[in-house]
């Protein structure tokens, strides 16, 4: 199986940056996914990591490190409506099947 | 539009009940899934599917099954063998092989059983 950790709650100020990160320990590893979900609402798509590095895409931006382990989720200028769960997913394959595991998420509230 | 359907958003059944529910998508998608995410939980993958006609277990399969007779479609059915079937369940697709590529979700059925 798939370990992942990630904060469960986070708490930053409108107009702030705000780091969320993920730890995990996975065999067959391939890439890491990063979904925003709203409460009450399906998952949408952030961002997509195969490579060690940092992947900017507008106000968000996301880093792995495949050799740690690790991946971080930088959302920056910070707007009520980031108000939000973000889940760490890496996925991994092996043996003809694939694995996809959501970390709980981490729950950021974005005060005024 | 292009997209993923689910219906109902709400369903309530009796316990005994099997229930199936629905995920239609017009994304000409090849992969399929259903996860299920409980209160305060992650998302747990029940099964996924490549493929027309080939669908493949998931971390949590049991008291579930699936079919996957068309492409755009891939209903869930949670029999009466699902122990704790009240849950939020969410159906995705993905373009390509499964797990490459992001996953398009539909909104969710809130399944309660009582």
């Known amino acids: 199986g798939q370990n992942i950790d990630q904060p469960t709650e986070m708490t930053a100020t409108e107009g702030a940056i705000v780091q969320i990160n993920c730890t995990y320990q996975?065999?067959?590893?391939?890439?890491l996914f990063w979904y925003q979900q709203h409460a009450g609402e399906a998952p949408t798509f952030l961002s997509y990591n195969v490579l060690d590095g940092l992947e900017e895409k507008g106000r968000f931006s996301s880093f792995l490190s495949r050799s740690k382990g690790y991946s971080y989720l930088l959302l920056k200028e910070l707007q009520m409506k980031d108000s939000a769960s973000y889940l760490c997913a890496p996925w991994s394959s092996g043996a003809g099947s694939y694995q996809l595991t959501f970390g709980k998420g981490t729950k950021l509230s974005v005060i005024p | 539009d292009g997209g993923i359907t689910q219906s109902p958003k709400y369903l309530f059944r009796k316990e005994g009940q099997n229930v199936t529910l629905s995920c239609e998508q017009n994304?000409?998608?090849?992969?399929m899934y259903w996860y299920r995410q409980d209160p305060g939980q992650g998302l747990r993958l029940i099964y996924y599917s490549q493929i027309v006609n080939d669908f493949q277990k998931g971390d949590i399969a049991e008291g579930y099954s699936v079919s996957r007779e068309k492409k755009e479609s891939f209903p869930l059915t949670v029999t009466s063998a699902q122990k704790n079937p009240t849950a939020f369940y969410l159906c995705?697709?993905?373009?390509?092989?499964?797990?490459?590529?992001?996953?398009?979700f539909g909104p969710g059925t809130r399944l309660t059983v009582t």
């Open positions: 994304l000409n998608h090849d992969a």
């Open positions: 995705a697709s993905s373009k390509g092989s499964a797990g490459v590529g992001e996953q398009y």
């Open positions: 996975t065999s067959g590893f391939n890439g």
